[in-house]
């Protein structure tokens, strides 16, 4: 009798050798559905404890029953999460290659990405975006917890330069505006007077005159939020808004489009050195 297909899983070989060396009472155990209300199943708290060799022991018998290996427990986390939360990074590698979902989100709507960057886990993210496959990462990377924001903003919020820069790799998307204000991670940063991570978003393309629900953007707010950074942060944008939209006009002008276009891209440029006269002064 076949148990399982290798084609699906590269533990296939020893997966047969777990599931034939393990007596009754053991399996028992590791397909136990109520381990304990809060913690979870078995592979919880084997997880919880970061005793590697159990989690790989479990994992190869819950996959070749094909079992659910992203049950939740009492508070809605999965074996994934609570590796990310305890900082276990190996272990979060190993739950990916057995097919856990990043995307799966726990009681506050947060996913893998979402708690790795809470807990500073910089490890953590960095195995569960080299681990994903590409549709889920692309999903995961951009999604929203139940307070509204995507990984990007929470980097931003908690300060993580590093963090950004790696999930702008991974492809989240730098003008994504959260749900409950329309503020992009941007908008965030000079709210929070955080020169170092405005300098990192305006170099990596994000457009400071992208609008909240309220219809402000990250250039008023530069202007407006009391700052003692207020006139740096402002001469970054602005210098930055100026080659974004100067680099726009030469793509214009290579492709040979009329003036019409030609001048509401330079719009944008007359702004820029409008705006930086009045935040200047």
């Known amino acids: ?12 070989d020893k997966t047969r050798v777990a599931i034939i060396g393990l007596s009754l009472s053991m399996k028992s155990i590791l397909y136990e559905k109520e381990a304990n209300a809060e913690i979870g199943v078995p592979l919880h708290l084997s997880v919880k404890e970061g005793n590697e060799v159990k989690v790989k022991r479990q994992c190869l018998v819950l996959s070749a029953l094909k079992n659910n290996i992203d049950t939740k427990n009492f508070f809605e986390e999965t074996a994934l999460h609570i590796a990310v939360k305890e900082d276990f990074s190996k272990i979060v590698d190993l739950l990916l290659k057995f097919g856990s979902n990043p995307n799966i989100q726990d009681a506050d709507g947060n996913n893998a990405l979402h708690l790795a960057i809470l807990n500073d886990s910089f ?10 496959k590409t549709n889920w990462l692309e999903n995961s990377v951009n999604q929203f917890n139940f307070e509204g924001f995507a990984p990007i903003h929470l980097a931003v919020k908690m300060g993580h ?25 941007l908008f965030h940063a000079v709210e929070m007077d955080h020169t170092e991570m405005v300098s990192t978003l305006v170099k990596a393309g994000a457009d400071s005159l992208e609008p909240n629900f309220a219809g402000q953007s990250a250039f008023q707010a530069a202007k407006e939020v009391p700052s003692k950074n ?14 974004q939209a100067e680099s726009k006009n030469k793509v214009i002008k290579k492709q040979g489009q009329g003036m019409s276009n030609l001048q509401a891209t330079c719009g944008p440029i007359h702004h820029y050195v409008q705006s930086a006269d009045l935040l200047m002064n």
């Open 230 to 243: 207020k006139q740096m942060i402002s001469h970054m944008i602005t210098i930055e808004g100026i080659k």
């Open 161 to 185: 330069i590093e963090t950004i820069t790696a999930l702008l790799g991974a492809g989240a998307y730098i003008n994504l505006k959260d749900v409950k204000s329309g503020r992009t991670p």
């Open 123 to 132: 490890d953590c993210l960095m195995e569960i975006i080299s681990g994903t």
């Open 1 to 12: 009798m076949k148990i399982y297909s290798p084609d699906r899983n590269p533990f296939a």
